[in-house]
């Protein structure tokens, strides 16, 4: 190496020790066997989705907080297609808990806890946006929500969505997931087009139950012995639980012996 090449060296490395440090990026993560021609089935989904937490992991935890979003956006759609697709009276796709998740009287855990058991009362207010949280409303009656969608908004009648005393709200915590148990169709009117500021009525710690179960994507499964709860119902809602499982460092156990 001669001299002009020796001192361009030496001046290329003094100014970059003066540059701040360039972020690692994330690694891509290997893509899952699936099938290539066929028609995904569940499982197959399931592994997609699980790539796709692991993604969103990789990058950080304002990834891992929009695919949090974006699942609940998938709820929230087949609980509008539930509505919209099928005109018969009371028939709706699963929007609750219940409905969701599993029978909340169901045990999970070898001292006979449940759903309701497991859920912990926080202290605290939480404040949320319905456009930029996970929100789950339950709409039921489409008349409601048809006149939901024309009185809301900056160009309805009553102005853009506002909390009333009509409107309860649960967070789940550590996501936050948010339950909407009254005033569902302005809300989920509300989410569709304008969204709006939600002051939750209560805070639970979902903690001990994210931890006492978890999804294979075709049910719900207790962790301590293996044993079947339910079938999952809605696949991305089976993401979000899993999201909430990694959040608070749960391990998926292995039934195999």
Same mark, same amino acid.
């Given at each position: ?24 990026q994330a690694e891509h993560i ?33 990834a891992v907080e929009g695919l ?101 709200? *649960? ?41 006492? *179960? ?6 719900? *499964? ?36």
């Amino acid at each position: 190496m001669n001299k002009k090449s020796k001192a361009l060296k030496a001046l290329l490395e003094k100014l970059s020790k003066g540059l701040p440090e360039v972020p690692k990026q994330a690694e891509h993560i290997p893509a899952p066997k699936i099938r290539k021609k066929k028609k995904l089935n569940t499982n197959d989904k399931w592994r997609s989705l699980l790539w796709s937490i692991d993604t969103a992991e990789a990058h950080g935890s304002k990834a891992v907080e929009g695919l949090m979003q974006a699942l609940a956006r998938i709820v929230q759609a087949e609980i509008l297609q539930g509505l919209l697709f099928d005109a018969r009276p009371h028939r709706t796709a699963p929007d609750c808990p219940e409905l969701l998740l599993w029978d909340s009287s169901t045990p999970v855990r070898e001292d006979g806890s449940t759903m309701k058991n497991l859920l912990r009362h926080e202290s605290g207010e939480v404040s949320l946006d319905l456009a930029y949280s996970a929100v789950i409303p339950q709409p039921w009656e489409r008349w409601r929500l048809a006149r939901a969608f024309q009185n809301l908004g900056p160009t309805g009648k009553h102005g853009n969505w506002r909390q009333t005393d009509n409107t309860r709200a *649960v967070v789940w915590l550590p996501w936050p997931l948010t339950w909407i148990d009254n005033g569902n169709h302005t809300a989920m009117a509300a989410i569709v087009t304008h969204g709006g500021t939600v002051q939750v009525s209560e805070s639970l710690n979902a903690k001990d139950l994210l931890l006492a *179960v978890y999804s294979d994507g075709e049910n719900w *499964v207790r962790i301590d012995n293996g044993e079947i709860i339910e079938p999952v119902r809605s696949l991305a809602m089976a993401g979000i639980f899993e999201i909430g499982r990694r959040l608070v460092g749960a391990k998926r156990p292995d039934h195999s012996t």
